[in-house]
C-alpha cells in the first residue's frame, strides 16, 4: 500500500523517513512550497537538522499529489486537522487516514481520530500515539506506539503496514481512549514544566504526574474510553515521557511559565489548546479536574504560579 504524509514539521517526517528507511515509498506534502524545495533538493529537514532524508521519500507542496495514497498519515497540528481536513473531504472516501496529533479541538471538543469520523465517514479513521520523539524514531531508535482503529482487521493492517522493526505498533480498537491519552498527557507535562521550572522540586512532579494521571482517566471514562486504554502506551507511557523529558516541548513550554520566561510562541505545543478544551468539557460534564483548569489558567494567564500551587494544596484533604 502507497503511504502519504501530510505535514512536514518533525513528526510527520519522522515517521517518513522511518517507513522509507524500511522500503516504502513516501509522499511527504508540507504546505509551504519553500520548505518543499529545501528538503528535496538539501535532503534535511530543519525541524530534524541530523538525519538525512532518504531517496524514497519525496516531497510536495502540491496536494493532489497524496490523493493516490491509500494510507495517508496526519501529522499536522493538532488544531489544523479540521481545517486541513474539511475541503478534501469529498475525496478521501475510502482511504485509511491515521491521525498523528495530539490534541482536542477547541471548535469542536473532539480528538483527531473522533475529527476524521465526522469528516470523512467513508474512510478508516485511526490515530497513531504514543511515547515517542520525532527524533528518536528517526534515528531507528526502539519506540512502540498505540495504533488505535474502531475495526480490528483494518487497525492490523495499519498495524503491519506502519510498524518496521525498530518502531512497534500496539493495537487497540479504542480511538476515544488512544486519542484522549495523547491529548491529556501534554496538560499534565505543561504542568511538571512548572512544578521544575517554578523550583518546586522532583517529589511535586511525581505528585502531579501521579495525580494527573486519575484526571485523565476520569475524563476518558466520562468521553466513553475503555477502561484499560489510559493504562496503556498512549497513555500512561506518554505521560512518563512527556512529564520527565526537556526534550518535551510541552514540558519546557511549563518550565518557561515555572520561571516566569517567554517561550517561543511558534513552538508547537499542543497542551495549551488542549488544556483550555478540558477545562471546557470539565465544567460540561462536572468533573473535578484541578490540575487541568490551573494548567489552562496559568496558560490563560488568568493565575500565577503561587496562586496555582496555593489552589492546588489547598484542597481539602481525602482518600486516595
Ligand atoms: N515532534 C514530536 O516528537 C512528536 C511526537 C509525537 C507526536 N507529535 C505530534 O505531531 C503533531 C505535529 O507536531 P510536530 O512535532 O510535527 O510539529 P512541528 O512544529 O515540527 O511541525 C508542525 C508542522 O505543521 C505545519 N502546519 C502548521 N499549520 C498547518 C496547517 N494549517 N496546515 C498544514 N500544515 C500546517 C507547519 O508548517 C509545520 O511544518 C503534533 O500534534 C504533535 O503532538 C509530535
Ligand atoms: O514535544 P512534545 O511535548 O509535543 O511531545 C512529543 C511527543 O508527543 C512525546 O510522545
Redesign the pocket.
Given at each position: 500500500m502507497k503511504i502519504g504524509v501530510a505535514?512536514?514539521?518533525?513528526?510527520?517526517t519522522a515517521l517518513g523517513v522511518a517507513l522509507a528507511l524500511d522500503g516504502n515509498a513516501i509522499t511527504l506534502w508540507?504546505?509551504?512550497p519553500d520548505a518543499v524545495a529545501t528538503m528535496q533538493t538539501t535532503r534535511l529537514n530543519p525541524?530534524l537538522p541530523d538525519v538525512p532524508l532518504p531517496p524514497k521519500m519525496d516531497f510536495t507542496a502540491a496536494i493532489d499529489d497524496l490523493l493516490g495514497c491509500d494510507i495517508l498519515l496526519l501529522?499536522?497540528?493538532?488544531q489544523?486537522l479540521r481545517?486541513?481536513l474539511e475541503p478534501l473531504a469529498g475525496r478521501l472516501d475510502g482511504k485509511y487516514l491515521v491521525a498523528?496529533?495530539?490534541?482536542i479541538d477547541l471548535t469542536r471538543m473532539t480528538g483527531p481520530g473522533t475529527s476524521i469520523t465526522e469528516l470523512v465517514p467513508t474512510a478508516t479513521a485511526a490515530v497513531l500515539t504514543g511515547p515517542?520523539?520525532?527524533a528518536d524514531i528517526a534515528c531507528g531508535l526502539p519506540t512502540a506506539l498505540t495504533l488505535a482503529c474502531a475495526d480490528d482487521a483494518h487497525g492490523a493492517i495499519l498495524q503491519t503496514a506502519l510498524s518496521t522493526t525498530a518502531l512497534r505498533l500496539y493495537r487497540t480498537t479504542d480511538i476515544i481512549g488512544a486519542e484522549l491519552g495523547g491529548a491529556l498527557k501534554n496538560v499534565m507535562a505543561i504542568a511538571s514544566g512548572v512544578a521544575i521550572g517554578a523550583g518546586l522540586g522532583e517529589s511535586a512532579r511525581a505528585a502531579l504526574i501521579t495525580r494527573g494521571f486519575p484526571e485523565m482517566q476520569r475524563l476518558a471514562a466520562a468521553l466513553g474510553a475503555m477502561p484499560d486504554t489510559l493504562g496503556g502506551l498512549s497513555g500512561f507511557g506518554d505521560l512518563v515521557l512527556t512529564c520527565t523529558s526537556p526534550q518535551s516541548r510541552n514540558y519546557r513550554c511549563g518550565v518557561a511559565l515555572g520561571q516566569a520566561a517567554g517561550f517561543d510562541q511558534a513552538t508547537?505545543v499542543?497542551g495549551a489548546a488542549t488544556a483550555r478544551a478540558v477545562r471546557q468539557l470539565a465544567q460540561e460534564l462536572d468533573i473535578d479536574l484541578p490540575i487541568c483548569a490551573v494548567v489552562a489558567d496559568l496558560i490563560e494567564e488568568k493565575t500565577d504560579v503561587a496562586a496555582a500551587l496555593n489552589a492546588l494544596l489547598s484542597r481539602p484533604l481525602r482518600e486516595e
Amino acid at each position: 500500500m502507497k503511504i502519504g504524509v501530510a505535514g512536514g514539521g518533525a513528526f510527520g517526517t519522522a515517521l517518513g523517513v522511518a517507513l522509507a528507511l524500511d522500503g516504502n515509498a513516501i509522499t511527504l506534502w508540507a504546505r509551504n512550497p519553500d520548505a518543499v524545495a529545501t528538503m528535496q533538493t538539501t535532503r534535511l529537514n530543519p525541524k530534524l537538522p541530523d538525519v538525512p532524508l532518504p531517496p524514497k521519500m519525496d516531497f510536495t507542496a502540491a496536494i493532489d499529489d497524496l490523493l493516490g495514497c491509500d494510507i495517508l498519515l496526519l501529522a499536522v497540528p493538532a488544531q489544523t486537522l479540521r481545517p486541513f481536513l474539511e475541503p478534501l473531504a469529498g475525496r478521501l472516501d475510502g482511504k485509511y487516514l491515521v491521525a498523528c496529533c495530539k490534541g482536542i479541538d477547541l471548535t469542536r471538543m473532539t480528538g483527531p481520530g473522533t475529527s476524521i469520523t465526522e469528516l470523512v465517514p467513508t474512510a478508516t479513521a485511526a490515530v497513531l500515539t504514543g511515547p515517542s520523539f520525532a527524533a528518536d524514531i528517526a534515528c531507528g531508535l526502539p519506540t512502540a506506539l498505540t495504533l488505535a482503529c474502531a475495526d480490528d482487521a483494518h487497525g492490523a493492517i495499519l498495524q503491519t503496514a506502519l510498524s518496521t522493526t525498530a518502531l512497534r505498533l500496539y493495537r487497540t480498537t479504542d480511538i476515544i481512549g488512544a486519542e484522549l491519552g495523547g491529548a491529556l498527557k501534554n496538560v499534565m507535562a505543561i504542568a511538571s514544566g512548572v512544578a521544575i521550572g517554578a523550583g518546586l522540586g522532583e517529589s511535586a512532579r511525581a505528585a502531579l504526574i501521579t495525580r494527573g494521571f486519575p484526571e485523565m482517566q476520569r475524563l476518558a471514562a466520562a468521553l466513553g474510553a475503555m477502561p484499560d486504554t489510559l493504562g496503556g502506551l498512549s497513555g500512561f507511557g506518554d505521560l512518563v515521557l512527556t512529564c520527565t523529558s526537556p526534550q518535551s516541548r510541552n514540558y519546557r513550554c511549563g518550565v518557561a511559565l515555572g520561571q516566569a520566561a517567554g517561550f517561543d510562541q511558534a513552538t508547537t505545543v499542543e497542551g495549551a489548546a488542549t488544556a483550555r478544551a478540558v477545562r471546557q468539557l470539565a465544567q460540561e460534564l462536572d468533573i473535578d479536574l484541578p490540575i487541568c483548569a490551573v494548567v489552562a489558567d496559568l496558560i490563560e494567564e488568568k493565575t500565577d504560579v503561587a496562586a496555582a500551587l496555593n489552589a492546588l494544596l489547598s484542597r481539602p484533604l481525602r482518600e486516595e
